[in-house]
Nanobody, 124 residues
Framework: QVQLVESGGGSVQAGGSLRLSCAASGYTDGTKFIAWFRQAPGKEREGVAGIRTDFPATYYADSDKTRFTISQNNAENTVYLQMNSLKPEDTAMYYC?????????????????WGQGTQVTVSS
């Protein structure tokens, strides 16, 4: 069983930056792909970015390609989401999730492991 723990959320003003962390208790075949999702109040959860933990490949939802960067430190089993130029519409609970491969990475039902989330609030 793999546990994912997110951290790094907080409150920032528009234009600011945050770096979220997703620490995995271990990397297994079930965590070869880790992604960030977010859910804003009253909205469905949506994909933000994903990364393969076994190969240097990253994936982004179209709307976040220029402001968000996903990266990893395999030595620490941690995936990061650097978020720059934050906007009030980025306010959401951010979750990391893991599954065994990158196929259909936006399909949330395919993820085996989920963290508890970290709140990001961006004020105007």
């Amino acid at each position: 069983q793999v546990q994912l723990v997110e951290s790094g959320g907080g409150s920032v003003q528009a234009g600011g930056s945050l770096r979220l962390s997703c620490a995995a208790s271990g990397y297994t075949d079930g965590t070869k792909f880790i992604a960030w999702f977010r859910q804003a109040p009253g909205k469905e959860r949506e994909g933000v970015a994903g990364i393969r933990t076994d190969f240097p490949a990253t994936y982004y939802a179209d709307s976040d390609k220029t402001r968000f960067t996903i990266s990893q430190n395999n030595a620490e089993n941690t995936v990061y989401l650097q978020m720059n130029s934050l906007k009030p519409e980025d306010t959401a609970m951010y979750y990391c999730a893991a599954k065994g491969d990158a196929d259909n990475w936006l399909r949330q039902t395919l993820y085996t492991y989920w963290g508890q989330g970290t709140q990001v609030t961006v004020s105007s």
